[in-house]
Nanobody, 116 residues
Framework: VQLVESGGGLVQPGGSLRLSCAAS????????MRWSRQAPGKARELVAT????????NYADSVKGRFTISRDNAKNTVYLQMNSLKPEDTAVYYC??????????WGQGTQVTVSS
């Protein structure tokens, strides 16, 4: 099983980034997918969730209206489009796969830094 995040980097406040998470080794389209983040010295925060079919999404209040989660089940990939980025969005971003009565899978994370 692998979840590989990409797309992180350094961006100025107000800028945009698109994170990708490529999945392999499990039945991607039967898992809900999540993006979480962890800033230095802070607890991990759930940012966004998308159901297995992509029919429903949920967001943390801190990113609602700025971030969009999506998935392409044909490509086994989940995305996080991040707009209007703020310095407080600086964190390591992780994708994870979750399903009831099954273990969760996590990626290794990608660093996002928002700074001028």
């Amino acid at each position: 099983v692998q979840l590989v995040e990409s797309g992180g980097g350094l961006v100025q406040p107000g800028g945009s980034l698109r994170l990708s998470c490529a999945a392999s080794g499990f039945t991607f389209n039967s898992y809900d997918m999540r993006w979480s983040r962890q800033a230095p010295g802070k607890a991990r925060e759930l940012v966004a969730t998308i159901t297995s079919t992509g029919g429903s999404t949920n967001y943390a209040d801190s990113v609602k209206g700025r971030f969009t989660i999506s998935r392409d089940n044909a490509k086994n990939t989940v995305y996080l489009q991040m707009n209007s980025l703020k310095p407080e969005d600086t964190a390591v971003y992780y994708c994870s796969a979750v399903r009831t009565l099954a273990r969760d899978y996590w990626g290794q994370g990608t660093q996002v830094t928002v700074s001028s």
